[in-house]
T-cell receptor, first 113, second 114 residues
Framework: LAKTTQPISMDSYEGQEVNITCSHNNIATNDYITWYQQFPSQGPRFIIQGYKTKVTNEVASLFIPADRKSSTLSLPRVSLSDTAVYYCLVGVIRMDSSYKLIFGSGTRLLVRP | DAGVIQSPRHEVTEMGQEVTLRCKPISGHNSLFWYRQTMMRGLELLIYFNNNVPIDDSGMPEDRFSAKMPNASFSTLKIQPSEPRDSAVYFC????????????FGEGSWLTVV
């Protein structure tokens, strides 16, 4: 199983861009990189997923270098409501269940006014 | 889409009692997951079903825990007998592995065993 390592916490201010980097040195060829967001008292919510290069949606961008051993979640112009825990996951659900999606400890992002 | 529906949202029970948590996955999804979240251990995968069949239950803490999925639209996680250390938030999640691997979580069942 590909293990992920990400910072325990980050602080930012409203309006700034926040970049959270995750390392996954033993990522496998078929693995995707997925980021989830969790607010207090809620279940994790899917943010973005990618395989290589760059992916962008209405919420965030995901940058993946060519070697895929790391990835960076970029949140543009954060607001107070972006205060949450952000999880980086690596893996794919196979029909034979040879993979499990394991959550790490996540990065606690605090956005200050 | 109603999303993943879990019940009860909150439960307080006495040690030794049986607890049953329920989950209705998103219609059409073929995989279902039960996770447990605590401050100390974070999010732990307990068990994973694919097409209603339990595939991997290596995360189930002990024999007091059991999970079933009698059909594609319903699953239960049972704890018998419950202990205070079982107090946690239990999340159910589902996904459609035929169209990607995004997992959609329910709002969780908050269990307190006193």
């Amino acid at each position: 199983l590909a293990k992920t390592t990400q910072p325990i916490s980050m602080d930012s201010y409203e309006g700034q861009e926040v970049n959270i980097t995750c390392s996954h040195n033993n990522i496998a060829t078929n693995d995707y990189i997925t980021w989830y967001q969790q607010f207090p008292s809620q279940g994790p919510r899917f943010i973005i997923q990618g395989y290589k290069t760059k992916v962008t949606n209405e919420v965030a961008s995901l940058f993946i270098p060519a070697d895929r051993k790391s990835s960076t979640l970029s949140l543009p112009r954060v607001s107070l409501s972006d205060t949450a825990v952000y999880y980086c996951l690596v893996g794919v659900i196979r029909m034979d269940s040879s993979y499990k999606l394991i959550f790490g400890s996540g990065t606690r992002l605090l956005v200050r006014p | 889409d109603a999303g993943v529906i879990q019940s009860p949202r909150h439960e307080v029970t006495e040690m030794g009692q049986e607890v049953t948590l329920r989950c209705k996955p998103i219609s059409g999804h073929n995989s279902l997951f039960w996770y447990r979240q605590t401050m100390m251990r974070g999010l732990e995968l307990l068990i994973y079903f694919n097409n209603n069949v339990p595939i991997d239950d290596s995360g189930m803490p002990e024999d007091r825990f059991s999970a079933k999925m009698p059909n594609a639209s319903f699953s239960t996680l049972k704890i018998q007998p419950s202990e205070p250390r079982d107090s946690a938030v239990y999340f159910c999640a589902s996904s459609d592995t035929n169209s990607g691997n995004t997992i959609y979580f329910g709002e969780g069942s908050w269990l307190t065993v006193v």
